[in-house]
T-cell receptor
Framework: NAGVTQTPKFQVLKTGQSMTLQCAQD?????MSWYRQDPGMGLRLIHY???????DQGEVPNGYNVSRSTTEDFPLRLLSAAPSQTSVYFC??????????????FGSGTRLTVV | QQPVQSPQAVILREGEDAVINCSSS?????VHWYRQKHGEAPVFLMI?????EQKGHEKISASFNEKKQQSSLYLTASQLSYSGTYFC????????????FGKGTLLTVNP
């Protein structure tokens, strides 16, 4: 039982390049989310999904795309990297029971630098 | 809208108590609390659902006042291992799946 697995752990991109951050969970959680963490800003929600085939935008979605074709995987795509996207990215998953959402399990993060 | 956490930082000596507050301008459905150590991922501590319940985890407990739209995290007899940044996450009525975090409270426990 690996929990939430993110790859890669570190990445350096040039401005304008695209890439995909991978996230996979093996807990059969229906909810998955992507957050970015910047100094002094806390964790900000980029996109989230409530199940396979269903995604929606969070607080800071511009410049990012997501899809969720399976329960397990929720990749985050950077379309054209910009220095403002330099950040630590966390993927998280959770489940619900009787209509209530429960605690999120976070992946170990991807530290992205855009130069 | 991010919930507002206070204080931004607190320094304790081992064995002292601390309270971290989290308030929202919107009606809350639930409040989560997480702790993050430097360079690591946030770790879930507890969740409080609307109804004013109080929960506990060893010497860490929390309360949720639905009417005041705020939650408080209580750390009693702090240990060195309690050091880290504490985040509250809030879910608003009708947005059960969108967890919005505060900016965090840095807690430092010294010997």
């Amino acid at each position: 039982n690996a929990g939430v697995t993110q790859t890669p752990k570190f990445q350096v991109l040039k401005t304008g390049q695209s890439m995909t951050l991978q996230c996979a969970q093996d807990m059969n959680h229906e909810y998955m989310s992507w957050y970015r963490q910047d100094p002094g800003m806390g964790l900000r929600l980029i996109h989230y999904s409530v199940g396979a085939g269903i995604t929606d935008q969070g607080e800071v979605p511009n410049g990012y795309n997501v899809s969720r074709s399976t329960t397990e995987d929720f990749p985050l795509r950077l379309l054209s990297a910009a220095p403002s996207q330099t950040s630590v990215y966390f993927c998280a998953s959770s489940y619900s029971f009787k209509g209530n959402n429960y605690g999120y399990t976070f992946g170990s993060g991807t530290r992205l630098t855009v130069v | 809208q991010q919930p507002v956490q206070s204080p931004q930082a607190v320094i304790l000596r081992e064995g002292e108590d601390a309270v971290i507050n989290c308030s929202s301008s919107k009606a809350l459905y639930s409040v989560h609390w997480y702790r993050q150590k430097h360079g690591e991922a946030p770790v879930f501590l507890m969740i409080l659902l609307k109804g004013g319940e109080q929960k506990g985890h060893e010497k860490i407990s929390a309360s949720f006042n639905e009417k005041k739209q705020q939650s408080s995290l209580y750390l009693t007899a702090s240990q060195l291992s309690y050091s880290g940044t504490y985040f509250c996450g809030t879910e608003w009525g009708g947005s059960n799946y969108k967890l919005t975090f505060g900016k965090g409270t840095l807690l430092t426990v010294n010997p």
